[in-house]
């Protein structure tokens, strides 16, 4: 995510190393580094034009203090103004009616089913609600049957009409039914078209004038970069919608539509999409996404994807198990897979200060933990509650089973082996330097 434009804005910030202070000489050739750069990531020309004399603003009136060298005060000046161009505060979803709705807006192909999915799994795991999906694209053959998959899936029910032409009709009728079945939430998700055109503006208008809905929602390709951000325009002129999401941000995206689209549709950006899993949808922080595209990482947004996995009840087993030395294959397997419900393990791993750059050029699938899970899922159960029956009779047969070979069994259990003697020192309070010297003595 915004790795070309990480590389080119760190560039742009080294030209000032070595500067005892900030002028207006030698802030020129950063900032028009930094313009560059933006210009690459595919951000509007005014709006990068605007962005570089509101940082040369306030880096010239700075009084840089001796602790902080030139370099430093600019990064920190970048930050808050690229948190401030794409709306300096999160902000939240309307969910205040009775029943909420939500109608969902875009071209084709921009993610909305998925989206529509994604949301009503949020809003019920995070903010209790009950949602109803509402099958309004009534012309891409599959997209009624894709939004059932998704409803069936996130245990969401899906309001479908088969053979009704009209999404007028479809959302009136749906409404009626959330209303008589206790659903608070209903997000109507509509056609797209390739492109705009007055026959597919009409229609969304109509449904919006037909149910008033509460939140209108315009869901954009953030890797088509200015392309979305005119699209977004011209929704804006004819919906008027209160926020924008963006989709596939995980994917090889410049950035564009990420900084441009506030300063042109004056709207704010509420949820990004960063993977295909359901759980892979993120309020959007300026402040955070700003952190990400200077390589700082995003820490908080690591622990709040944690602490959304936590399950006290389990931690308080684990804890025992742990002091006893039960810690076994059942639970590795456990904790495996609350890792992967937190999303794309090269993601996360970014979100650690420092980390995106060392992994630049690391390959890490998204199935990493395919090869470890084969070769728990090929033990039997015994096996997996006390490792210390895994000879090497039994070792060959797992690595069998499970299409791996016995050195990857080997290095499996000598790895849990150390893992759980770890997490057993952890647990006793032992002493941390003392334990890292031991790793270091092997």
Known sequence: MFENLNEKLERSFQLLKGQGRITEINIAETLKEVRRALLDADVNFKIAKSFTEKVKEKALGQD????????????KIVHDELAELMGGQSVDINLSGNPTVILIAGLQGS????????????????RGKHPLLVAGD?????????????GEQINVPVYTEEGNKEPVKIAQAAIKQAKANGNDVVIIDTAGRLAVDEEMMKEISAVKKAVSPHEILFVV?????QDAVNTAKE???????????????DGDTRGGAALSIRSVVNKPIKYVGTGEKMEALDVFHPSRMADRILGMGDIVSLVEKAQEQFDAEE?????????????????????????????????????IP????????????????????????????DERNDPSL??????????????????????????????????????????????MGNLRAR
């Open 64 to 75: 840089v203090l001796s602790a902080v060298k030139p370099g430093e005060m600019m990064v």
């Open 111 to 126: 993610g909305k089913t998925t989206f529509s999915g994604k949301l009503s799994n949020l809003i019920k795991n995070k």
């Open 138 to 150: 009534v012309y891409r053959p599959a997209a009624i049957d894709q939004l059932k998959v998704l």
């Open 221 to 225: 390709d953030s890797m088509t970069g």
């Open 235 to 249: 929704f804006n002129d004819r919906l008027d919608f209160d926020g924008v999401v963006l989709t596939k941000l």
């Open 315 to 351: 931690a308080r087993k684990l804890q025992k198990k742990l002091v006893k030395n039960q810690f076994n294959f059942n639970d590795f397997l456990k904790q495996i897979q609350q890792i992967k419900k937190m999303g794309n393990i090269k993601d996360l791993a970014a979100m």
């Open 354 to 381: 420092g980390m995106g750059k060392a992994l630049k050029n690391v390959d890490i699938e998204d199935d990493a933990f395919k090869h470890i899970e084969a070769i728990i899922h090929s033990m039997t159960p």
């Open 390 to 435: 895994l000879n090497g009779s039994r070792r060959k047969r797992i690595a069998n089973g499970s299409g791996t070979d016995i050195q990857e069994v080997n290095r499996l259990i000598k790895q849990f082996a150390e893992t759980r003697k770890m997490m057993k020192m952890v647990s006793q309070g032992k002493n941390m330097g003392r334990m």
